[in-house]
């Protein structure tokens, strides 16, 4: 039987950033991107976590310049396309031209997974940049597969080559997984691919790709050692490994990508990315897995358990870019306890 091809875009110095609280150095970004580019995956994602711009106050500062970061992928990448993330309202117009004009040749624009109406502006404009554009619907677990078919017909219409579901929270079983991707396979011309991205917080980030792969997905996303937010992302290596398996023909050096995860990603990260009890809890409760650190910080700093606040958080249904809610959710439940303690 004739293999599956797909391609990777691989989001190790992305997505990986929000797992280093955006730290990767200019160096990093030289020895990992070279690596990738050699292990054979199709596109190599660099900038802050939270995409173009989004090195701020409210999302942590990166340390070096986005410029700076992104020319040293430019000079460090041959093969593989050079991709930037953009969150309209984080990133601009004049960050995607910038962005082109250093040598990215693939944009992904993120929206909540009802919001794609908020990406036309930047579609379009990356369309006549001469951009390949890729449409990406976060937090796609909290809506059903016919809402994400609207959104990503929206996308569709603006210009985009490729729309993904993104389980941003790690909180898809691989039936939904599936069910979504053949919905929007199934509603697109065949002009447009559709991709998908994984967390492993509920350790599904392998099974829920090949569901995606299986239902009609060509775009995966995999980062070295799952390094990325929460307890990460699909781990390349042992995707390209379990892909090969499957039947699946991902272009990856599997002996090659097992080296870099071990010797060159793990040791760059500043804790393990696994599934612990809190990242855990982020898929159970459905909550976006960037809020990992800034969950963790408030816990410790207001002496509460992170748990409760990622429950809060996912009752409360808070979505990227609300992240000073995680503070104001810390201190309401301290507040709560404090006053249990004292009317007891
Ligand atoms: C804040 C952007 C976010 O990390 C994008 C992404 O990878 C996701 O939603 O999973
Ligand atoms: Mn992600």
Partial sequence: MKKKSIQITDVTLRDGMHAVKH???????REIASKLDQ?????IEVTHGDGLGGSTIQYGFSKEKEEDLLKAARESIRRAKLTALLLPGIGTVEDMVRAKEIGV???RIA???TEADISEQHMKEAKRLGLEAVGFLMMSHMVSANVLVEEAKKMESYGADVVYIVDSAGAMLPEEAGEKVSALRQALSDEVEVGFHAHHNLGLSIANSFAAIDAGASRIDCSLAGLGAGAGNTPLEVFAAAAEKHGIDTGVD?????DAAEDVVKPKMIRPVQIDRVSLTMGYAGVYSSFLLHAFRAAEQFGVDARDIL???GKRKVVGGQEDMI????????????TLSTTK
């Avoid at 292990?39 to 596109?43: D, I, Q, R, T």
């Fill in 23 to 29: 730290q990767f150095s200019v160096d990093d970004v």
């Fill in 105 to 107: 040749e693939t944009i």
């Fill in 254 to 258: 599997i002996y090659g990508a097992m």
């Fill in 327 to 338: 503070v104001d959710v810390a201190l309401e439940i301290k507040k709560k306890k404090h």
């Fill in 39 to 43: 292990l054979g995956v199709s596109h």
């Fill in 111 to 113: 929206t909540h997974c």
């Fill in 311 to 313: 429950v809060e958080l």
